[in-house]
């Protein structure tokens, strides 16, 4: 007797299926219940004898192609469950956390720490958990619901996708927080992702790592060499400091690959230095700006801010880039249009473990002094901790490099493409200069270095922005104004 089943698709002898018929009969959605059990039964008979899966890097978006590994949470005998954190890896723009999709043992890793993996490879194999709801067995145990033929095709093809349902503004938090919504179980009707659902994600994760760095020592096989884990206090921010050798002894050359950031570097300050560089320099006189702060400064360490000169250098900016939306814009790649932003997405010049990077602060045209102070002040927490997000670095559209909190005057920054203005801020000094009067008075001065894209901005457009940013800060009480 022939199989009932073959009539309804175009199945092949081992059970793979293409393209399935619309079931509306009762008789034929029987008969199609029948062809999805078959076919899962060769598939389960298949895998059965193999319950161990290798766990690939997915593609995390922004067109990163490779990552390093930086740290493992996990050994090989470790015990996994989903949406538990397996190592932390960090691209050529931000750190990523990875987690499992899979409960069950981690059998094998195929990175060591500081290796590049590349997208698409295996980062681990996982020996799947009996009863896992990932398992195959699993699978087979779930019902079907035979009541709608056609949500059951629906949810095959979205599967076969990889989408998960969700509303625009579900997808905005996911991708803020960097969580991938195929990998979030969703509660709502037919699987979709509710806010709910990611936050319990998030939440969920946090636990777990914390978990597994608890447990770690103990569930490793003896004998096993372990990855470097990371701590639950990330280190202090420590750059290679090359010691001194004993007198006579010449060093040996050291041979360190450009990788993450260095590499990323490479390739962003080469299409910048295509760029015509126009450089525009100034002296700035903050001594009205040290007293204001003087006076703003506790009222913010009330609120747990420290609040320093930088936020109202980013507003001051903000206010000033109002009157020349020139120099918010971005120069599209055959620089043939120039593209205002309507939002000022500013730009901070950040000295992180792995290298520069430049997280920005999103619409200050629309924050106060003091909502920039705690964007400011989390952004440099999460850099400190290499934990900065591909959200907090893209979209810039304006930068301002601070220079002289290391040292120095005068500098010469270089543009990030697409911008094209930037910024760098000497450090502050007391030094004499002639009153209104002829009398020496003392003065807090600061240098400040611009450079604009000479393709598009003239000299005199960034003169007269730059005597508007430092009217503001030489004449606090103006900025007000201003303000909205």
Known sequence: MR???????????????????????????????????????????????????????????????????????????SKVNQFDPICEVQSDKASVTITSRYDGVISKLHYNVDDVAKVGTALVDIKLAEGSPTSPTAKLQQPVQPDDMSSLQDSRS???????????????IAMENNVTLSDVKGTG????????????????????????????DQEAPSGIAAPSV?????????KKIFQPLEAG????????????????????????????????????????????RKQLKDLAKSRGINFSYMPIFIKAASLALTQFPILNAHVDDKVENLIYKGSHNIGIAVDTPNGLLVPNIKNVQLKSCFDIATELSALQERAGRNQLTPTDLKDGTFSLSNIGSIGGTYAKPVILPPTVAI???GKIQVLPRFGDHDQVVKCHLMQISWSADHRVID????????????????NPSMMLLDMK
């Open 3 to 77: 199989e009932p089943w073959r009539f309804l698709s175009s199945a092949s002898p081992t059970g793979g299926m293409h393209k399935p018929l619309q079931v509306k009969t009762g008789k034929w959605r029987l008969l199609f219940l029948l062809q999805r059990l078959h076919c899962d039964l060769v598939s389960a008979a298949a895998s059965t004898a193999n319950d161990i899966i290798q766990f690939k890097l997915s593609d995390i978006g922004e067109g990163i192609a490779e990552v390093v590994v930086k740290e493992w949470f996990v050994k090989i005998g």
């Open 158 to 172: 979205l599967s076969d996708k990889s989408k998960a349902l969700a509303t625009p503004a579900v997808r905005r």
């Open 189 to 216: 009707r037919d699987g979709r992702v509710l806010k709910e659902d990611v936050v319990r994600y998030l939440e969920n994760a946090q636990q777990a790592k914390q978990k597994i760095e608890e447990r770690i």
């Open 230 to 238: 990371k701590a639950k206090t990330p280190a202090p921010f420590q």
């Open 249 to 292: 002894k010449v060093p040996a050359d050291v041979v360190e690959p450009l990788k993450g950031i260095q590499k990323a570097m490479v390739k962003t300050m080469t299409a910048a230095l295509m760029i015509p560089h126009f450089g525009y320099c100034d002296e700035i006189d903050l001594t009205n700006l040290v007293h204001l």
């Open 423 to 425: 910024g760098a801020l």
């Open 459 to 474: 000299g005199a457009t960034m003169a007269r922005f730059s005597n508007l940013w430092k009217s503001y800060l030489e």
